[in-house]
């Protein structure tokens, strides 16, 4: 991940102007081990299956991943002109790590992965515009029997 | 690593940049010559790594170019991705070409690095300047989505110093 120094200063200032509103409360738990957790994958990088309508430039929507998708088959319609690709260009791992996630299945670290992954489109929008799509993908989550997610903010 | 291989390495220039293009009036032609000088690349970069991140537009890069030329010379081509208004299909028909070029320079020896990447991109190529000009063009188009586009999509704020106002 880019760290904010090392940002040119004018996308240093644009993200550190970005609403960050707290949370009322500190929902987060601890649970199980890693080993016997069931994890999905949850990015804003505007990724979509290959086909797939685009995201539009301002979208609080999600799209789905299927869990046996392959790199070629996701393409990327963030529409902030301002981030390097070139990473993601040269590995999807970058910003969707399902290579990383399904080594650490085969190794035994972490118990099995999703049906299916999501993808939001981080630009345009502050917080509060992806909480009604945030909420429904929760519900998602749960009856796919997952217990963590794994947040890649693009 | 031998004392050869560190001098070779030393010399190896991050990017090879085509040659210059031959229709320096000519934008849309310009582009069209650089995207066919690139396809090799592009297509050496496609067989090693067995994925592609073009694919937004559905059009092939040339087809893009062309997309792009017509709409330079203020005409209204066709769109790229039918159902997708022309601001969508200008902003896709940018990421898609701009993913051609990264992909293809990146294939080439020297293992470039993402600035080096920008600055062959912006500095070198026709399609930078097809870019710069098209936000000229259209940052005041009738048309709403052009508009948008052109103003806050199509070039990123560490380039805005080159586009002219």
Known sequence: ?154 | MSALAHFIEDLVCPVSFPAAPAHADDPGAALAAEVASLAPWYAFAQRRSGRTTVGLTGAPPDAIAVWLATLLQGGTPAALRGGAAAGDNLKLAVEDLKAYYHEAAMAQPGAADAAAVARWFWDQTSAARVFLALEALLRDSPDAGLRRVAREYLIPRVQAHRVDR
């Open chain 1, 1 to 154: 991940m880019v760290r904010l120094s090392d940002l040119e200063p004018g996308d240093r200032a644009h993200l550190l102007a970005k609403p960050c509103p707290p949370f009322a409360n500190s929902p987060f738990v601890i649970g199980p081990p890693l080993a016997r957790r069931r994890l999905a994958i949850v990015t804003t990088a505007g990724l979509t299956r290959r086909g797939d309508d685009p995201f539009a430039l301002s979208s609080g929507e999600y799209r789905v991943i299927p869990g046996d998708s392959d790199g070629n088959a996701l393409v990327m319609s963030h529409s902030s002109v301002n981030f390097d690709r070139t990473g993601y260009q040269q590995d999807l791992n970058v910003v969707f790590p399902i290579d990383r996630a399904r080594e650490l299945v085969a190794a035994g670290e972490l118990g099995s992965l999703a049906d299916f992954h999501y993808s939001f489109m981080g630009a345009s929008l502050d917080a509060d515009g992806y909480e009604a799509g945030a909420r429904e993908l929760a519900g998602l989550l749960r009856r796919d029997g997952v217990d963590a997610v794994l947040l890649s903010p693009v």
